[in-house]
């Protein structure tokens, strides 16, 4: 199934890239007190440390994909996106490789693409912080075929809040990429906060470059290694693309035998 995008090619692809971007192992950490904190919806500085593989399988309620005619199409859709982390970005560079397909529907696996990020943690900084270089949309195949790679340089950094029950751990994300505004074809900036309000429940909100994620993130302590998402994007529907996104992600450590 093809669907048409202002460029003409890689409407699917863009979705893989967006869905995927939810409750990596990489853009979540366990802060003070052992709380959940993550921003699904937009990249991370961090990375998957070395010898950790994921899977996260998305799914949203409308598929981003929009024609020449600026729309989204009003069917379902979902996305598939399969990693592991090398280095370690706290002694020199951390980095992590993802394969995205594209959409789950008709032929799987017949549209996608691969992702590469680079992370250092930054020394000397006050709270933890990561910068990070970021490529998408590379090597491209079926419907990502000939779409223009992207590139991004992101910050995240972790803070905290001390609130009248607590201290809450946060997380910081601010970017800048190539192909993020006016469906990722045009630069933009992305910025996001995440809140870690329990031991296994997080909730966020980030401004993917023209429109609002707001979303919760929850992980269970008899399954340590899955974790979930749900968010709405465009909250506030201005680009008239509001819709549900559900995300879970599995993930194993030491793959190699570390």
Known sequence: MTTPDPTGRGGRGALAALLCLAALPASAQEGFQGRYVTIPGIPSATVAPEGLAFGTLA???????????????????????????????????????????????DDFGDSGSLGVRLSREVPGALVPTYAALSFDRLAGWGDAEGVDPAASLIVTSFPSLDAPWGTLPLMVTLGVGTHVANARQDPGVFAGVGVGLTRNLGASLAWTGESVTLAGAVRFEAVPSLRLTAGVDDLFDQVDGRRLTLTATFFVQDLFGG
Do not use: E, M, P
């Open 59 to 105: 799914y949203t309620t409308r598929r981003d994909s929009r024609s020449d005619q600026g729309r989204f199409l009003d069917s379902a859709d979902g996305s598939l996106a399969l990693g592991f982390g090398l280095g370690d970005a706290s002694d020199l560079v951390g980095a992590q490789f993802t394969i995205n397909v594209s959409s789950l529907k």
